[in-house]
């Protein structure tokens, strides 16, 4: 599945300036590199187009670079390496995140599924802000029998990012058919794992337009996470409100 037969390469989706459209950092103006490929299946996935590991353009690495450089605008707070999932490119990843912080003073931000704990190690180095997303039993984004080693592999990866003491913050996704007590569990689990003091944040994300949960069910949801983590905050995609990427 990953992509490492050659480390001169890199397959994108696409690279652009907007804003930050969710979780922590919503509205801060970003580069967005979005690699291609993502093995999970989330129905309420934005970025189908970038699914396929074949989706994109073939670039040499010294292309992204230019890219980058070219792309690059004033005032800009950070670079994300987005997807699709971007540690199925991790060579490459490292290898364009190395340069950002080598050749600029901005922070680089992992949007990752946090599927493999190994490769998000790796790439941890590089990185100044983690967002870990958990994905909730029921979602249904792997196989049944996946999940498991899915929830170990975001467990792990919350772990790394706070024991390394990178800007952290959890996400989840909440659609109205979120299952309120395997919900509960899933947050029980992380307070297990990390206390509130350790994160930056505790973003609840309403899914837009499918399956969109009601003003109720997010009470609900903020009402069981708050008091374990009390800075919990319900954060829509910016980004679909005001027209942007
Ligand atoms: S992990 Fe992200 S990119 Fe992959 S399917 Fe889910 S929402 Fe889409």
Redesign the pocket.
């Known amino acids: 599945m990953q992509r490492t037969e050659n480390n001169t390469k890199v397959r994108v989706s696409e690279i652009f300036t907007s804003f930050e459209g969710e979780g922590l950092f919503v509205g801060k103006k970003t580069l967005f590199i979005r690699l291609s490929g ?1 093995h ?3 129905r ?2 934005d ?1 189908k187009y ?2 396929p590991l074949d989706s994109g353009t073939d670039y040499q690495i010294d292309e992204i670079k230019d890219l980058i450089v070219k792309e690059l605008q004033p005032f800009t707070y950070k670079v994300n390496f987005t ?3 971007p540690l199925l490119q991790i060579e490459a990843v490292i290898q364009l995140a190395d340069f950002i912080k080598k050749y600029t003073n901005l922070r680089t931000y992992i949007e990752s ?1 946090c599927f493999d704990f190994e490769l998000f190690r790796r790439v941890l180095p590089y990185m100044d802000i983690c967002k870990v997303e958990f994905k909730t039993e029921d979602s249904k ?1 792997v196989k049944d029998d996946e999940y498991y080693y899915l929830l170990l592999n975001e467990f792990r990866c919350l772990e790394l990012a706070v024991q390394n003491n990178k800007t952290t913050y959890i996400k989840i996704v909440v659609t109205n058919s979120t299952n309120l007590e395997s919900f509960k569990n899933l947050v029980y689990n992380i307070s297990k794992k990390v206390k509130p003091s350790e994160i930056m944040g505790f973003i609840i994300q309403p899914t837009y337009g499918i399956d969109q949960p009601t003003i109720n069910k997010l009470l609900d949801t903020y009402d069981i996470v708050q008091p374990m983590f009390p800075d919990v905050r319900i954060i829509p995609q910016l980004h679909k409100e005001i027209g942007a990427r």
Do not use: I, R
């Open positions: 993502c999970l299946k989330c309420w996935c970025t970038a699914l997807g699709g999932e599924s984004v």
